[in-house]
């Protein structure tokens, strides 16, 4: 998914009123996912706003990237094994 293939022209304002941050998903079943979210998170009384500006993956995608995960595929994975090998 590349940067520009969303153009953002306006920044959402939270029910804090502040100036929402572009923010960059994590997670696993939103990798690399922009979105625009409330800058106070929740412990700090925020309001837990957001918005997704990039699309979600379609079912296909979401399979593939989860089997990936799940077969040990993914970074810690491959890191963990790489310390266990040198480990031994």
């Not at 306006?10 to 998903?25: A, F, H, I, P, Q």
């Not at 996912?33 to 699309?55: H, M, Q, T, V």
């Not at 990936?68 to 790489?82: E, Q, S, T, V, W």
């Amino acid at each position: 998914m590349s940067q520009s293939s969303v153009n953002i022209e306006e920044v959402d304002v939270c029910k804090c009123g502040y100036y929402c941050r572009l923010k960059t998903s994590r997670t696993p079943l939103n990798p690399s996912r922009r979105l625009f979210g409330c800058k106070a998170s929740k412990e700090n009384d925020g309001c837990g706003y957001f918005r997704w500006i990039d699309p979600s993956l379609e079912n296909a995608d979401e399979s593939s990237l989860m089997n990936r995960f799940i077969d040990g595929h993914n970074p810690i994975d491959r890191l963990k094994r790489k310390v266990k090998e040198l480990e031994e």
